[in-house]
């Protein structure tokens, strides 16, 4: 890769790919938070995601919602409201279907938690000119990405289970700025 900043990156890109972000240890308490979400049936089936659970607005992904943000108001180089958290664990047979993102979800940052290290489960997301590109994300590896610009999907995956979080936010001084907290 050249010497470009990640704020140059995202801008040229409208995505940009940061290894080793969160360390093990927090990948593994926020997994353990989503598993106990499953638990105890707070979690729900994922209409947009087959084959998997998802958990909305938790205390513990708000927290890391709002513990992200100036992060990634680095890293795009925004000034950012947050707009809301959402959790899944996918399971064996998942996909996500090609698609951009709600107004709510203009940046957008996927979280790898844990993989399954016998089959990675990329994340696909094309840019302006049609170019493809497939990126395995390890647990604490994200994509921070705009949501409502980029297509971004995930093929049928047969591995046995691959977490991961998601934190929404809105330029707070843009279009779609009164979708603060999700409108």
Known sequence: MNNMNTVELF????????????????????????????????????EQCPM????????????????????????SGKKLYPTYSYA??????????KHKDRPSCQFSLTLCLQDDKQNPYPIFI???????????????????YHGTQLYHWREKWFGSEHIQTFCHYVDATGPYMDYKFDG
């Open 126 to 144: 094309e840019n302006y000119e049609g170019t493809v590109s497939s990126i395995v994300l390890e647990p604490g590896d994200m994509i921070v």
């Open 52 to 75: 998997s659970e998802a958990v909305h607005g938790s205390m513990v992904f708000d927290k890391l919602l709002l513990d992200l943000l100036p992060h990634f108001e680095t890293a």
């Open 11 to 46: 801008e040229k890109n409208r995505y940009v790919h940061l290894q080793d972000f969160l360390d093990v240890q927090s990948c593994l308490e926020l997994t353990n938070a989503l598993k106990e979400l499953v638990n105890q049936q707070q979690t729900r089936k994922d």
């Open 88 to 97: 899944r664990i996918m399971g064996s047979g998942a996909y996500m279907a």
